[in-house]
Structure formats: structure tokens, C-alpha cells
């Protein structure tokens, strides 16, 4: 045999057991036709839009409209908080700092009372979805612009002046990001975003753009395994977020059949990455976010309970 042709065998063979194993496999399937994974999991992200620019007011005074309250409480033992000990910069050219306290950003915020706060509630039509004419009555946004900040290696998200776990922003709104001050910093933006934003200038504002109603989850690319934070794209007027007590209500919702969806990061540590020459962590992976549904059945203020693996009714 051959030189040539025993090469030609080896490769053929060699090739042949790269795809038994699964380790040269190319799948060609078209990328359009791929199914794309980041909508797994995302309650926001297949419901109908909101029909056309929010009124200030409904269309007809004679009109009924809905007012729905209440509250999400926790349920069970409290989780015992530990924060993350990290380095305060992973810079080499950095003097080794003391190691700070970081805390998990989507830990479950528990008022004395028990109230959840922070928990983002969707009013959606309940049978949203089985049409695709179907849109979403209009309704007043009632938020003000989301800003996103990295200051001193730490992500601010500040929404009507108030610092959140979770942004809430039109798909049409602009989104932009901006390194106040720390250490130079790439954020990642995933889900209704795709985008990476290398922040190297300090002020200097970076625009995300939106693809699609849905979760918007960031992360950090430069080992600062702590930054993460999410946004909703909402395609809804109809949402909003639990106070300080866990209370949440609503006004002025047009009569009809509505469910409530209820939305909380996870903030369970499902896996670590490590930097592969300092063994220093440079990602956490948590989840499963909670999600429940649930279908509005009166007028009158409402109980929810929340644990570590959902919601339910009280």
C-alpha cells in the first residue's frame, strides 16, 4: 500500500472514530432552523404584544376595568444567607487585596413580616398565545428609565431611583450600559439581547440592542463571577415588582380573563467555573429561576407563598 494511501485510510478512520465519539460531530441542520435556547424557561418571552401605544387612560369611562392586589410570602425555613468571599480585583497588575464579601445578587430579599420583595408580576391574558392576532390591551408604563451602571466592579441596576435585582424596560426602549468606575470590565448581555460591551472608557455609554420580548440576563467576562443581573423586555404595560412588605397591585386593568405570572431569579449555585491557571472562580452558575401561573379569580387582595422551588397558593 501506498504512502498516500494509508494516510487516506488513517484519516478516514480516524475521522470515523471522532464522530463515534462525538467529538468532531457537525451538525447540519441550517442555523436559522436551530432551536434557540434561550427562550427555554422564559415566561416573557412568547407572550403577544401589547396592542399599539399606551393610553393614558381607557378608552371609555363606561368601561369596566379590573383592580388586582396582593402580597408573596415565604414559605418555610428561611435560606441562611453566606456571602461569596472574592478577590476585590482579578487584575495581575493589581496589589493583592484583602478578599471582600460579595453578596449572591438574586438572594431572596425577606422582610420581618415575611413578604418577598422584589418579585416580578405579569398580568397576561389567560388565553394568550393560542392566537397569534392576539395582543395585549393597552395599559400606562409605569416605569421610569432603567440604568445600568458598573461602579467600583459592582453592577447597579437603578430603576426610579431605586437600586433592583431586576430591570423592567420596553423592547422598544434603549438599553445601554456605562463603567462609572473599577476595574476595566466586559458584560456580556444574553437572551432578548445578544450583545458583549467592552466597557474600557469610564462614562462612555454603550447601546445594547433589543431583540425580542424576554429575559435579558448579564454576566461578566473579565472573572467578577459576581456581576450578573437580568431585565425584562416586557411585552406587557401589566408588570411590575413586590415592594419592601411583598405587596403588589394593579389599577385599571381592562375587564376580562387575566392570569398573573410570577418571576424570581434563582440564586441556588448550580456550578462553579475556575480560571484554569489560578483556580480562582470566574463564573457561578445559579438557578432554576422560580416561575408560577396563576389565573385571577376575584378582585379581592390575594396571598401567594414562595419557597425555593416556586410559587404557590396560600
Known sequence: MSRLSYGALLAVALGNALMGTGCARIDPTPAEKLPDLTLANDPFASLPQSSGEPSLSPK???EPTLKYSGKIVWHGPRPERK???AAQSPLPEKP???IVPRDNPYWPVIAT?????GVVVALVKSQAGTNAQETVPNGVWKHGPLNVTLKENDLLLVQDGKRVRVGLIRPEDPLTVRRESGDYDTVKFRGAAVFTAPLVHTQKATTIPVRRPGIIRLSSSAGHFWIQGQIIASPTPWITRTDAAGNFSFEGVPAGDWQAILYHPGWAEMSWERDGESLEPYLVHLGPDLIGRFPIVSKSPESLQMDP???SRK
Open 83 to 85: 456571602p461569596w468571599m
Open 309 to 311: 422551588s416556586g410559587f
Open 60 to 62: 371609555s369611562t363606561t
Open 113 to 117: 413580616n415575611g413578604g418577598v420583595e
Open 96 to 98: 493583592k487585596l484583602p
